[in-house]
């Protein structure tokens, strides 16, 4: 019985020191802006979490990635301009983005909204969470796009929201 009680003793001292430690972890992270020139936008990045790769040759955005060297956090622009030039609506962007996303099979579009300047799509794809923001600013469509592991959803949470306000 003795050991039994301790068995459990030691799982709540474990649980919750998991949950503190996830706590601090969110509580002492360093958000770093990164603004880009070209397209006018900014966003706040964690610094513990993502390493920023060099902004791209043509100058539209940046990759950060993980400690395990994978792709987190893309964020570029381009111009509201299909192949012939015409301009492009917010509207015929998200449809389009849609549209994309649902070709690929192993995309589950799990929340989808738009609104006056914004439009936001989220869900799991290739077996992990992603949240994409785009905004129509200056006559072009910024991109900002997070994407995790299902068991880095705890922290994640938290950053995306932070992220996503910052995106501006």
């Given at each position: 019985?003795?050991?039994?009680?301790?068995?459990?003793?030691?799982?709540?001292?474990?649980?919750?020191?998991?949950?503190?430690?996830?706590?601090?972890?969110?509580?002492?992270?360093?958000?770093?802006?990164?603004?880009?020139?070209?397209?006018?936008?900014?966003?706040?990045?964690?610094?513990?979490?993502?390493?920023?790769?060099?902004?791209?040759?043509n100058g539209?955005?940046?990759?950060?990635?993980?400690?395990?060297?994978?792709?987190?956090?893309?964020?570029?622009?381009?111009?509201?301009?299909?192949?012939?030039?015409?301009?492009?609506?917010?509207?015929?962007?998200?449809?389009?983005?849609?549209?994309?996303?649902?070709?690929?099979?192993?995309?589950?579009?799990?929340?989808?909204?738009?609104?006056?300047?914004?439009?936001?799509?989220?869900?799991?794809?290739?077996?992990?969470?992603?949240?994409?923001?785009?905004?129509?600013?200056?006559?072009?469509?910024?991109?900002?796009?997070l994407q995790?592991?299902?068991?880095?959803?705890?922290?994640?949470?938290?950053?995306?929201?932070?992220?996503?306000?910052?995106?501006?």
């Open positions: 019985m003795q050991k039994i009680c301790f068995f459990f003793a030691l799982l709540i001292v474990n649980l919750g020191y998991g949950q503190s430690t996830n706590s601090i972890v969110q509580a002492n992270l360093d958000y770093e802006p990164y603004c880009n020139v070209r397209f006018q936008y900014c966003v706040d990045y964690p610094k513990q979490l993502m390493t920023p790769e060099p902004e791209s040759s539209d955005g940046r990759i950060f990635i993980n400690q395990k060297n994978e792709e987190t956090l893309r964020v570029f622009g381009r111009n509201n301009l299909d192949a012939e030039g015409r301009t492009i609506s917010l509207k015929q962007q998200f449809d389009a983005d849609l549209k994309s996303l649902a070709k690929n099979t192993a995309t589950k579009i799990t929340y989808q909204k738009r609104g006056k300047t914004f439009f936001v799509i989220s869900g799991y794809k290739n077996g992990k969470i992603f949240y994409q923001k785009t905004i129509l600013k200056n006559d072009a469509f910024a991109y900002a796009i995790y592991d299902e068991n880095e959803r705890t922290v994640f949470d938290k950053v995306s929201t932070n992220i996503f306000k910052s995106f501006k």
